[in-house]
């Protein structure tokens, strides 16, 4: 019997070493508990990581919506310029033909209102004259007794 007990106790060292097929449980229990551990730590990580992806995912797909929201203004934005630039042609179309004969009647009428107040000047300046020539007025020595006073306007 002692011998039968070293003969397996040498089986078991043989077994170790991977001799005639006897399987070491400790060392066999040893590798599945670490292959069990790094695959728990890769399956974590592949979860962090997931995780961090979706929410990547996510945040692009909000800026996806926000950019094609801002299109969306732009868009209309350009839609409403092009139509007031559609406008304001078909308005300047019309404005030379419509109100350019009231241009040139206003560009007249400047014209004449010109010539009148030219006139104006003139006569005042002449009465001031006629004040001066009959009447001894002066307008720049005025005397404290003299009632009339008047000064040749004559604006720049």
Not at 84 to 98: L, Q, S
Request: one cysteine or more; hydrophobic letters at 40%; charged letters at 30%.
């Amino acid at each position: 019997e002692i011998k039968a007990v070293g003969d397996m106790a040498g089986k078991s060292k043989a077994a170790k070493k991977g001799g005639d097929g006897g399987i070491d449980f400790l060392a066999t229990g040893f590798q599945v508990t670490t292959n069990c551990a790094f695959s728990v730590k890769i399956m974590e990580n592949f979860k962090l990581r997931s995780d961090a992806l979706l929410g990547e995912i996510k945040a692009d797909e909000q800026g996806i919506e926000d950019y094609e929201s801002q299109m969306l203004q732009l868009k209309q934005r350009r839609q409403f310029l092009n139509k007031r630039i559609a406008e304001n042609k078909a308005w300047a179309a019309n404005y030379d033909k419509e109100f350019g004969p009231f241009v040139a009647k206003y560009k007249e009428f400047m014209e004449q209102m010109d010539g009148l107040y030219k006139d104006a000047k003139i006569k005042h300046e002449d009465g001031l004259k006629l004040l001066m020539e009959h009447f001894n007025y002066h307008p720049e020595f005025k005397r404290w007794s003299d009632t009339f006073s008047a000064v040749p306007f004559k604006p720049l």
